[in-house]
């Protein structure tokens, strides 16, 4: 008879053997920026997690705008990393 450590040890590794992904997957991200309707700031939208950057650059773009922005354009893309925006104290990136 197996010792219960021995089980429960085989159990857990079974468990996180399952939970790893069968493929690796990328992982796309965009930051789109535009200028607010006052023309006094800027507005932003981020998108990461996205499977192609295609759906990652509409995601951000519809969030800039949906945020209050107009003209929001593309202004980075990462893939399987991470993205930041640093904005100053007036709202400027």
Known sequence: ??????VAAMLAGAAL???????AQEAHG?????ETV????VAYGIAWNFP???????????????SGGT??????QFRN???ALAIDRHGYA
């Open 71 to 76: 003209n929001c354009v593309q202004l980075a």
């Open 17 to 23: 053997y399952s939970l790893a992904p069968a493929a």
């Open 38 to 41: 006052a023309g006094d700031s």
């Open 52 to 66: 192609a950057r295609e759906a990652a650059h509409a995601e951000a773009v519809n969030a800039c705008t949906s």
């Open 30 to 34: 965009v930051i789109a920026v535009g």
């Open 1 to 6: 008879m197996k010792r219960p450590t021995a």
């Open 81 to 83: 990393g991470c993205g």
